[in-house]
């Protein structure tokens, strides 16, 4: 089934640069650890993704014609990620992103140079409605300029919208788009800043899932981190408790559980099973030190799935 399923993918396309700390970060001070540089980039990584799943992916992403740019556009072609409606620039330099991992192999800070992607312009994404309409999904991501972000589900029919709100500032671009979301993954702090509510307990989270589902989203999944995520459509709003996991790298976490939804919805299964698969592909990817694990594949959720 997921053979026919046509995804368009319209995000960043990085190099990732990360540090790992082999002991507790002392700041401004030089860590002793180890250094990665990989593949990156939230609609890159999405993208991959769900080519490992099985699915038709085209990206429409920027790359530039730097040396870091060509080994991204290799790497793409390599993969079989369909990139032709991409925007490739002269004289710009790769999209990068630079991530210091703490003791535990988590996030402690990370620098984003992404610049390039505010060369897109609205004629260049109009010029790609028609591509675009041929897909049963369109995924978007936050790291797109806003009027990108609004061209796109304007100008598109019958598609279903899946938006990932990468982090809190940015997320604030989707405040207008939102009625157009089948979709819609993000997590506890951009869900915050995104809606104005502050949570104080538990009991508060489904206020989230309800705002947005107020706004018009179809399917909402907030994440939250070792408490797992909540999800809800307009028959019901539920926790799930998080897969424990031996975990290597987060960095690429969200992008996966992204992929794993819409595996799953076109799959045809219900929402707690959507939401199940996007934690079973999140457990799966975390479980190596790249932005995208190698193991991804509809078998290897299954396995996470089935313990």
Known sequence: MQKQTLITVVGASNVDITGFSKRKLIYQDANIGTM???LGGVGRN???NLFRLGFSVN???VFGDDPLSDYLIKSCKDLGLKINDSLFLKNASASTFLAVMDEH???AVGISAMDIYDSISQEFILSK???INQSDYVVIETNMPEYTLRLLVENSTNVKFVLDTVSGVKALKAKNILSKLYILKTNLLEAQ???DIDIKDAKDLEKLVIFFLDKGVENVFITLGKDGVIFGNKEMIKK??????KVLNTIGAGDSFVSGLIYADAMGYTIEEVALYGMASASLNVQH????SPEMSPENIHKIINK
């Open 193 to 195: 800043m995104l809606s």
């Open 129 to 131: 409605t028609s591509s």
């Open 46 to 48: 999405i993208a991959e």
């Open 240 to 245: 799930h408790p998080p897969i424990r996991s």
């Open 36 to 38: 990665k540089t990989s």
């Open 105 to 107: 192999n988590d996030l």
């Open 289 to 292: 030190d790249s932005a995208v």
């Open 59 to 61: 990206l429409i992403s």
